[in-house]
């Protein structure tokens, strides 16, 4: 059997972003609106700083506008809160983003939840995960968002595929799970406390591993020419003291009997951010009644 197609996430992502770009220029000259996203950082975390700069660079490479709130990591839950209402209520902002993690002292539901709905571009506000689950046109999460693209890629119909989520988080196995749902598939997800995992997982068409273990997931785990979409991300130390990231399956192993596969790097990772860029857009469409932009 030949070994599996490396889905380039890379390349994919760099589509998405031609095409919000394209799109905003649209915006920008038909209806004389700039999209634009806030991102708040509380505290000094290393990399979630690293990560803000990489969304405010990627807003000014689509043409989007980029906000920025740097608050000290003693701010107050009810500080927090009060900084949202002011990004609410501001019309120059489409999209507002708390990046997580918080300090231990601020609730994240609390904060989540004060974030308008219709600027909830991370997709985590409560009524954007229900009308998720409803089939209803919300703003759906990033990483689950970019799952699904990348799957169509490989797939030009879904429907009636067997699909497993290894994961139940909030933030990727839920989710990802809805939107294979409302695409027609039989969708199974695994868990901590699910029996014979490997079997569940061995008879996926498709198969998400979002389980945060690094390498957990190999060959025994895979259909012969399923497609594999790894969400994991983990840092793991080498022999010789290097450290590099892996994902949540064996690369190499998998690659030997799966259909199509993702990177890790260069696979899910890069579509994260474009999938922020485009809810920011169509935020600030549905925001004035405006139809979607084709993304």
């Keep these: 059997m030949a070994q599996a197609k490396v889905i380039d996430g890379e390349a994919a992502a760099t589509g998405l972003r031609a095409r919000i770009a394209d799109a905003a220029a649209r915006l920008r000259d038909k209806a004389g609106l700039t999209a ?36 000290p990591a003693d701010t107050t839950e009810a500080g927090l809160v009060a900084e949202i209402e002011k990004l609410n ?73 067997e699909a497993v989520v290894l994961g139940r988080s909030n933030l990727v196995g839920k989710p990802v799970a809805a939107l ?19 079997t569940t997982c061995r008879r996926a068409d498709i198969l998400i591993a979002a389980i945060g273990r690094p390498q957990m997931v190999n060959a025994d785990w895979i259909k012969p020419g399923a497609t594999v979409i790894d969400v994991g991300i983990s840092p793991v130390l080498l022999p010789d003291g290097r450290r590099r990231v892996v994902g949540d399956t064996d690369f190499a192993s998998a690659r030997d009997v799966a259909g199509a596969i993702t990177p890790v790097p260069g696979g899910v990772g890069p579509m994260t951010i474009a999938c922020l860029l485009r809810n920011t857009l169509l935020a600030a469409c549905r925001r004035r009644a405006l139809p979607d932009p084709p993304l």
Excluded at 130 to 146: A, D, E, F, I, M
Aim: aromatic share 4%; glycine share 8%; with cysteine.
């Design 36 to 71: 634009g996203l806030a991102a708040i950082l509380v505290g000094s975390d290393p990399a979630s700083q690293v990560y803000v700069r990489g969304k405010g660079r990627a807003c000014a490479a689509t043409g989007l506008a980029s906000f920025e709130l740097r608050l």
């Design 89 to 161: 209520a501001d019309d120059r902002v489409d999209g507002v983003l708390v990046q997580l993690p918080l300090p231990r002292h601020i609730d994240p539901h609390r904060i989540i939840a004060a974030i308008d709905p219709a600027k909830d571009v991370d997709g985590f506000h409560p009524v954007n995960v229900g009308r998720l689950w409803s089939g209803l046109p919300s703003l759906v999460p990033c990483t689950p968002q970019g799952c699904l693209m990348l799957l169509r890629t490989v797939h030009d119909d879904l429907s009636g595929a």
């Design 180 to 198: 294979l749902l409302a695409a027609d598939c039989t969708v199974t997800t695994v868990h901590s406390k699910s029996r014979d995992a490997t």
